[in-house]
């Protein structure tokens, strides 16, 4: 992703994939108005291979130029005019990984990229781009350089999987010929974190903000890359992915628990947006509220309000979550797990109401009856299990198995508990025990 200078407009790379018809849909860029959120314009359709590495606008021109990396094997390197939607300059950049790409803010002919092992600086002129690689010298090569951003004086900074911020500076002296891009070279070298360095941010006053991943620890650096202060994210969120300017001291940190934190050195921080971190697959709404309810193959659980777009809580189970319903009073929602087992918890304080197990293997279905007297759970063990309910949701009887089942028969079952038809369900069962 990557913002146009003027803030409003937003870049997003696309990687390949297919429609819900199975057709292939080509990686491309898609430009966004961020306050309509309509698309603007699409980018490079038949051109990238297997999808959008990353991304930069120019800004030393306004921002009328695009930068991609193509995340083949060659990683190719593309500028575009994404107005017109026509590619201006293309070249091969190194077989190895390429994590960022950056126009120089004030020089628009230069272009940064690395990533594993190096860093390159690129001198772009009409469909032409020239390379010098960056050299490490008496410094300790890194195993990856992860982020960059340029300085005021014209320096750019470095983070890399070392914890360490290199500053490079451009040589003054001329290449020999007198054409081509002049080299840029370390000239300081700071520690900044335990681990990698995963982002830095340059702020208004011109100070910055870095983001360690082992230490988790956001640190602010004065004008001459010295430590002002730190402050630590807490465990429960993750490592630190990304670090942005928000508004008056504030700054805004995404994570690799997909949480957005918003805070301040001074009072801590303060969760924006939460989200699953694998595979979702249960979703279940509150009979009579606006909120529902998400379990993941993260083990987590959450109740989100429909309303206002928050969580509104969050609990761990010991297993990965795949289905879910919620008993028709609304006190209570019962969640099937992939090992069998399958809670009951209170849809208010989270307690666990009710703890059992069917079959061994992942559940695929849960469905409470109209009138909240039977729950059916359905495995993947090709039985439906059939439980009598009581006590708003709180006391569990087993009823009943389906047993012997027959394809057919387990169709028409899943269906009409798909569609909570239980009168039909309870004759199915009648029939088969």
């Given at each position: 992703?990557a913002?146009?200078?003027d803030?409003?407009?937003?870049?997003?790379?696309?990687i390949?994939?297919?429609?819900?018809?199975?057709?292939?849909?080509?990686p491309h860029?898609r430009?966004w108005d961020s306050v309509?959120?309509?698309t603007l314009?699409?980018?490079?359709l038949g051109?990238f291979?297997r999808?959008?590495?990353?991304?930069?606008f120019?800004?030393?021109?306004s921002g009328q130029?695009?930068s991609?990396i193509?995340?083949?094997?060659?990683?190719?390197l593309?500028v575009?005019?994404w107005?017109?939607?026509s590619?201006?300059?293309?070249?091969?950049?190194?077989?190895?990984v390429?994590?960022a790409?950056e126009?120089?803010?004030?020089d628009?002919n230069t272009?940064?990229?690395c990533g594993?092992s190096?860093i390159f600086?690129?001198?772009?002129?009409?469909?032409?781009?020239a390379?010098?690689?960056?050299i490490?010298?008496k410094f300790?090569?890194p195993?990856f350089i992860?982020?960059?951003?340029?300085?005021?004086s014209?320096?750019?900074?470095t983070?890399?999987s070392?914890?360490?911020?290199l500053?490079w500076t451009?040589?003054t002296?001329?290449?020999?010929?007198?054409k081509g891009?002049?080299?840029?070279?370390?000239s300081r070298?700071?520690?900044?974190h335990e681990?990698?360095v995963f982002c830095v941010?340059?702020?208004?006053s011109?100070?910055?903000?870095?983001g360690g991943?082992?230490d988790?620890?956001i640190i602010?650096w004065?004008?001459e890359?010295?430590a002002?202060?730190d402050i630590e994210?807490?465990d429960?969120y993750?490592?630190?992915r990304?670090v942005s300017?928000?508004?008056?001291?504030?700054f805004?940190?995404?994570?690799?628990?997909?949480?957005i934190l918003r805070?301040?050195f001074n009072?801590?921080?303060?969760?924006?947006?939460?989200?699953?971190?694998d595979?979702?697959?249960g979703?279940?709404s509150h009979p009579s509220?606006?909120?529902?309810l998400t379990c993941?193959q993260?083990r987590?659980?959450?109740?989100?309000?429909?309303?206002d777009h928050?969580l509104?809580?969050?609990r761990?189970?010991?297993e990965?979550?795949?289905?879910a319903?919620?008993?028709?009073s609304?006190?209570v929602v019962?969640?099937g797990t992939h090992?069998?087992?399958w809670?009951?918890?209170?849809?208010?304080?989270?307690?666990?109401?009710?703890?059992h197990?069917?079959?061994?293997?992942?559940?695929?279905v849960?469905?409470?009856?109209?009138?909240?007297?039977?729950l059916?759970?359905?495995?993947h063990?090709n039985?439906?299990?059939?439980?009598?309910?009581?006590e708003?949701?709180r006391?569990y009887?087993r009823?009943?198995?389906?047993?012997?089942?027959?394809?057919?028969?387990l169709r028409?079952a899943f269906?009409l508990?798909?569609k909570?038809e239980?009168?039909?369900?309870?004759?199915?069962f009648t029939?088969?025990m």
């Amino acid at each position: 992703l990557a913002i146009h200078p003027d803030k409003i407009r937003i870049a997003t790379g696309q990687i390949a994939g297919v429609d819900k018809d199975g057709r292939a849909l080509q990686p491309h860029v898609r430009i966004w108005d961020s306050v309509s959120l309509s698309t603007l314009q699409v980018v490079g359709l038949g051109t990238f291979e297997r999808g959008v590495g990353s991304l930069a606008f120019s800004k030393a021109d306004s921002g009328q130029h695009l930068s991609v990396i193509d995340d083949c094997n060659d990683h190719m390197l593309t500028v575009w005019d994404w107005q017109k939607k026509s590619k201006i300059a293309e070249i091969k950049t190194t077989n190895e990984v390429v994590l960022a790409v950056e126009f120089h803010p004030t020089d628009p002919n230069t272009i940064v990229t690395c990533g594993k092992s190096h860093i390159f600086f690129w001198t772009w002129s009409g469909n032409s781009l020239a390379r010098k690689q960056g050299i490490f010298g008496k410094f300790e090569k890194p195993k990856f350089i992860q982020c960059l951003a340029f300085l005021n004086s014209g320096d750019i900074l470095t983070g890399d999987s070392g914890g360490v911020l290199l500053v490079w500076t451009r040589s003054t002296a001329e290449t020999p010929t007198g054409k081509g891009p002049r080299a840029f070279q370390i000239s300081r070298q700071v520690k900044g974190h335990e681990g990698s360095v995963f982002c830095v941010c340059e702020m208004r006053s011109g100070t910055l903000l870095t983001g360690g991943g082992k230490d988790r620890k956001i640190i602010l650096w004065d004008h001459e890359l010295r430590a002002e202060r730190d402050i630590e994210v807490p465990d429960q969120y993750g490592t630190i992915r990304a670090v942005s300017e928000g508004r008056g001291d504030e700054f805004l940190v995404g994570t690799s628990r997909n949480f957005i934190l918003r805070g301040t050195f001074n009072d801590g921080f303060l969760v924006e947006v939460q989200g699953h971190t694998d595979e979702l697959w249960g979703l279940a709404s509150h009979p009579s509220r606006g909120t529902f309810l998400t379990c993941a193959q993260d083990r987590l659980v959450c109740l989100w309000s429909s309303e206002d777009h928050r969580l509104q809580w969050s609990r761990m189970l010991e297993e990965h979550g795949h289905c879910a319903d919620f008993h028709p009073s609304g006190a209570v929602v019962a969640i099937g797990t992939h090992s069998g087992k399958w809670y009951v918890l209170d849809a208010e304080t989270t307690d666990l109401v009710a703890i059992h197990t069917d079959g061994n293997e992942q559940l695929s279905v849960m469905r409470f009856s109209v009138d909240g007297s039977l729950l059916a759970v359905g495995s993947h063990d090709n039985f439906i299990y059939l439980y009598t309910v009581s006590e708003s949701g709180r006391k569990y009887s087993r009823y009943g198995k389906c047993t012997e089942v027959w394809d057919n028969f387990l169709r028409v079952a899943f269906s009409l508990l798909k569609k909570a038809e239980w009168k039909q369900v309870t004759l199915l069962f009648t029939a088969r025990m």
